[in-house]
């Protein structure tokens, strides 16, 4: 069954450095999320993305925030200058965008920013 | 903005018990409300989806039902088994291309 992947799994990165975050959504999806879920807290919406261009993002989406599909499978989101509060969970997302729009979950990246 | 609240935080039943969980959301505009299951540290798995059209869906034990109008899902699993606790998080669709979901009911079966 086709299934949306991430990597890697676990980031620990320095406060200050940049990250990528990777994602593999469903082939043939047409619109994809990013979200992240801090410990303890709420599934938050960071961005989605369809047709190669943002389509929606949420005040947490500011400039240290960016995201590319650099080719017809990846999707990616790239923080510029971590800070301790991105340490949270981070979870792709993908619909395929026909009647029913379901989102398919990837298992998600913890980033620990020290 | 849509706020989407989940009632209870918590629940614990025992073995074979028929329950309900709650989702309230304010802004009756949804697109559609989707159900879903997270295990501890993992990712999240697509239960149920209801279109804002329909007024129920069913899969195997879940029932999901939606009153748009007063804001309100609620998620029925029927003879609960150890192997469904989780956390089980609700989220709407409400403008184009946003998502906003509740905290979360965190189940334990017992067994």
């Known amino acids: 069954e086709p299934e949306v992947t991430q990597t890697p799994s676990h980031q620990v990165t320095q406060m200050g450095q940049e990250v990528i975050l990777r994602c593999v959504p469903i082939?043939?999806?047409?619109?994809f999320y990013w979200y992240r879920q801090i410990l303890g807290q709420k599934v938050e919406f960071l961005v989605s993305f369809y047709n190669n261009e943002i389509s929606e993002k949420s005040e947490i989406f500011d400039d240290q925030f960016s995201v590319e599909r650099p080719d017809g499978s990846n999707f990616t989101l790239k923080i510029r200058s971590t800070k301790l509060e991105d340490s949270a969970m981070y979870f792709c997302?993908?619909?395929?965008?026909?009647?029913?729009?379901?989102?398919?979950f990837g298992p998600g990246t913890r980033l620990t920013v020290l | 903005k849509q706020e989407v609240t989940q009632i209870p935080a918590a629940l614990s039943v025992p073995e074979g018990e028929n329950l309900v969980l709650n989702c309230s959301f304010t802004d009756s505009a949804i697109y559609n409300l989707q159900w879903f299951r997270q295990d501890p540290g993992k990712g999240l798995t697509s239960l149920l989806l209801i279109q804002s059209s329909q007024r129920e869906q069913t899969s195997g034990r879940l029932n999901a039902s939606l009153d748009k109008s007063s804001g309100r899902s609620t998620l029925y699993i029927a003879a609960s088994q150890p192997g469904d606790s989780a956390t089980y998080l609700c989220a709407v669709k409400s403008n184009f291309n946003k998502f906003y979901f509740g905290s979360g009911t965190k189940l334990n079966v017992k067994p």
């Open positions: 997302a993908s619909i395929g965008g026909g009647v029913v729009d379901e989102q398919f």
């Open positions: 082939s043939n999806h047409l619109y």
